[in-house]
């Protein structure tokens, strides 16, 4: 079946690490989100990627950046950790060729546990 | 700026009452309005789209325009509606989300 994965689900590391989370996805969806969740805030959109090549800037985007060397990856990279990235990490995907958003649901991976010490 | 309000962190009601969960939003326009929802231990999945006018599981969700509203009811809670809501709004040529903060559900028997 296809799905969407994300790794490690769990990670701890320390303060100015460079750490970088991986998600997959095999429904060949053009379009990939990575958001952030914290008590209080909700779902924060980090970055996002509409095809290949292609990535943007979401809310909250300094100090993480994303690449999309293909359609079923796109991690993301913490360049130098810090305590207040500790989060949980959701990565998404949707379609999108036509049709508008309203037809294109969002699937969520797992999420990964970060901590930075 | 568009911007999404739930202002309620948590709710709890009894099994069988009705429930509802307040959402609010800025934007210029017509936005897409959607409501997501997280079970225990499941991923987050879409509940509801306000552009089908569906009921699923039980729940509806008017668009008010007026009142910038998107309020999520159900007339009878269930134990198994325990769970994370989020309201959630696109424009209407995009694709990205933007969330509110989240309501988290408790249906006490």
């Known amino acids: 079946d296809a799905e969407i994965t994300q790794s490690p689900r769990h990670k701890i590391t320390e303060t100015g690490r460079q750490v970088t989370l991986a998600c997959h996805q095999t429904?060949?969806?053009?379009?990939m989100f990575w958001y952030r969740q914290d008590l209080g805030h909700g779902l924060r959109l980090i970055h996002y990627s509409y095809g290949v090549q292609d990535t943007n800037k979401g809310e909250v985007s300094d100090g993480y950046s994303v690449s999309r060397s293909n359609t079923e990856d796109l991690p993301l990279t913490l360049e130098s950790a810090a305590s207040s990235q500790t989060s949980v990490y959701f990565c998404a995907s949707s379609e999108g060729t036509s049709g508008g958003p309203s037809n294109y649901e969002q699937y969520f991976g797992p999420g990964t546990r970060l901590t930075v010490t | 700026a568009q911007r999404v309000t739930q202002p309620e962190k948590l709710l709890s009601v009894f099994k069988g009452a009705p429930v509802e969960l307040k959402c609010n939003y800025s934007?210029?326009?017509?936005?897409?309005l959607f409501w997501y929802v997280q079970y225990s231990r499941q991923r987050l999945q879409l509940l509801l789209r306000h552009i089908s006018r569906e009921s699923i599981k039980g729940f509806t969700a008017d668009l008010n325009k007026g009142e910038t509203s998107f309020h999520l009811k159900k007339p009878f809670a269930q134990e198994e509606d325990s769970a994370m809501y989020y309201c959630a709004l696109s424009s209407p040529n995009d694709y990205k989300l933007s969330f509110g903060a989240g309501t988290t559900v408790t249906v006490r028997a």
């Open positions: 429904w060949n969806h053009n379009n």
């Open positions: 934007y210029s326009g017509s936005p897409e």
